[in-house]
Nanobody, 117 residues
Framework: QVQLVESGGGLVQPGGSLRLSCVAS????????MSWYRQDPGKERELVAA??????NYADSVKGRFTISRDNAKNTMYLQMNNLKPEDTAVYYC????????????WGQGTQVTVSS
């Protein structure tokens, strides 16, 4: 059974930090590209950061503040979020994707991040 379980969300003041974790099970973690997405009510889900075996990518809005990483031995992906802003408030989702030889696309349930004073 495939599972992606996010944790680490919460309420933080502007300028603060949080570290999100996504623990994966039920598939070969190292073969999958992993990503963090976020969605605010009334808005489309947007890509925050992505990581493969040899590259990382970030949305322009989080470059220099967020860092994505993964530990294949622990089947876990992380998102270190620093200098958080109110506009970072959203539900953050973990995604796992592979396209070859068969396409799979898995999602977690999400973790709420609220940045407010």
């Amino acid at each position: 059974q495939v599972q992606l379980v996010e944790s680490g969300g919460g309420l933080v003041q502007p300028g603060g930090s949080l570290r999100l974790s996504c623990v994966a099970s039920g598939f070969t973690f190292g073969r999958f590209a992993m990503s963090w997405y976020r969605q605010d009510p009334g808005k489309e889900r947007e890509l925050v950061a992505a990581i493969t075996s040899d590259s990382t990518n970030y949305a322009d809005s989080v470059k220099g503040r967020f860092t994505i990483s993964r530990d294949n031995a622990k089947n876990t992906m992380y998102l270190q979020m620093n200098n958080l802003k109110p506009e970072d408030t959203a539900v953050y989702y973990c995604n796992a994707k592979v396209v070859y030889p068969i396409s799979y696309d898995f999602w977690g349930q999400g973790t709420q991040v609220t940045v407010s004073s």
